[in-house]
């Protein structure tokens, strides 16, 4: 246990290096704001909103990520164009990979709300065994982002799937059996009314071999606190320092966070029953 005022650190899950832990949700997010002072900050560093793609190097090869700038005018309509918090942990992953800290080569991995996929798709490139999912009509963008930046073949070790997954549903046997490895969400934490239901979806995808990464965009500070507090009372979180993410691809607009399930300690054998 770390003393009062110290931090605690520790590695979470899969991943190999140390984070630090999330112990009151209010002062984390009072933190987070303080000392990354996001409003403060240019938001979409990464993308271009009103571009038709966003091009990005990643895992050696050029991506090419369709965008549909026209779509976000509809009502509800939030993943037709790449947000800055899917850019940091798509290239976290990359990182983290390159530097011996995570293994997705051969992992299963689930990514939920993946609008136009560049994390799932980097996940995939990565060797991962990806299942990118999203709202039933958010899919044929999706779709078309695997298939142009992943079906042609060369460099692709891992494989990726493009299905339906609606936050808070009863999930199907393909998500759950066998748990995933990894589960993955950038920028799913900024409705209020979607919380519960996210936080389903994540208590049914996860084992007790889960590792989950979170990029959130410092938007909206009563969300992300209701958020915290919901998860914390059921996973261990940790936010993961700038540090270790990739150079190139930090911001303090964004948060990463690593969560693992919580699981009751087993009592030891009651004697007097022997
Ligand atoms: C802000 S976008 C982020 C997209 C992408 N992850 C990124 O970083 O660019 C949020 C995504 O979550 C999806 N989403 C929102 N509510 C959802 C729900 N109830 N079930 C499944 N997906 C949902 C949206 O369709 C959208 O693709």
């Given at each position: 246990m770390a003393e009062e005022g110290e931090e605690e650190v520790m590695e979470l899950g899969a991943y190999g290096a140390a984070v630090r832990l999330v112990e009151d949700a209010a002062a984390e997010v009072l933190l987070l704001w303080a000392l990354n002072d996001p409003a403060a900050r240019r938001h979409n560093f990464f993308v271009r909103h009103a571009a038709l793609t966003l091009p990005i190097d990643s895992c050696g090869r050029h991506l090419s990520i369709l965008q549909s700038p026209s779509s976000m005018s509809t009502p509800g309509v939030t993943g037709a164009v790449m947000w800055d918090s899917g850019v940091v942990l798509g290239k976290f992953l990359e990182h983290?990979?390159?530097?011996?800290?995570?293994?997705?080569?051969?992992?299963?991995?689930?990514?939920?709300?993946?609008?136009?996929?560049?994390v799932g798709c980097i996940a995939a490139?990565?060797?991962?065994?990806?299942?990118?999912?999203?709202l039933p009509d958010r899919l044929k963008l999706l779709r078309r982002n695997v298939e142009s930046n992943l079906l042609d073949g060369g460099g692709v070790r891992g494989n990726a799937n493009v299905r339906e997954l609606t936050w808070g549903d009863e999930l199907d046997s393909e998500f759950?059996?066998?748990?995933?490895?990894?589960?993955?969400?950038?920028?799913?934490?900024?409705?209020?009314?979607a919380v519960m239901?996210?936080?389903?979806?994540?208590?049914?995808?996860?084992?007790?071999?889960?590792?989950?990464?979170?990029?959130?965009e410092l938007r909206n500070d009563v969300v992300l606190d209701y958020f915290l507090e919901a998860a914390m009372?059921?996973?261990?979180?940790?936010?993961?320092?700038?540090?270790?993410?990739?150079?190139?691809?930090?911001?303090?607009?964004v948060a990463l966070f690593i969560l693992v399930k919580q699981f009751p300690k087993l009592m030891p054998e009651d004697p007097d029953h022997i």
């Amino acid at each position: 246990m770390a003393e009062e005022g110290e931090e605690e650190v520790m590695e979470l899950g899969a991943y190999g290096a140390a984070v630090r832990l999330v112990e009151d949700a209010a002062a984390e997010v009072l933190l987070l704001w303080a000392l990354n002072d996001p409003a403060a900050r240019r938001h979409n560093f990464f993308v271009r909103h009103a571009a038709l793609t966003l091009p990005i190097d990643s895992c050696g090869r050029h991506l090419s990520i369709l965008q549909s700038p026209s779509s976000m005018s509809t009502p509800g309509v939030t993943g037709a164009v790449m947000w800055d918090s899917g850019v940091v942990l798509g290239k976290f992953l990359e990182h983290a990979v390159d530097s011996g800290k995570l293994v997705l080569k051969e992992k299963k991995v689930v990514e939920l709300g993946s609008g136009c996929g560049l994390v799932g798709c980097i996940a995939a490139l990565l060797g991962g065994d990806v299942i990118l999912t999203d709202l039933p009509d958010r899919l044929k963008l999706l779709r078309r982002n695997v298939e142009s930046n992943l079906l042609d073949g060369g460099g692709v070790r891992g494989n990726a799937n493009v299905r339906e997954l609606t936050w808070g549903d009863e999930l199907d046997s393909e998500f759950v059996d066998p748990l995933p490895d990894y589960v993955l969400g950038s920028d799913v934490i900024y409705s209020e009314g979607a919380v519960m239901d996210l936080l389903s979806t994540l208590r049914q995808l996860c084992g007790s071999s889960t590792t989950i990464f979170l990029a959130g965009e410092l938007r909206n500070d009563v969300v992300l606190d209701y958020f915290l507090e919901a998860a914390m009372k059921e996973f261990t979180i940790g936010l993961v320092d700038q540090t270790q993410w990739h150079p190139d691809y930090r911001s303090y607009r964004v948060a990463l966070f690593i969560l693992v399930k919580q699981f009751p300690k087993l009592m030891p054998e009651d004697p007097d029953h022997i």
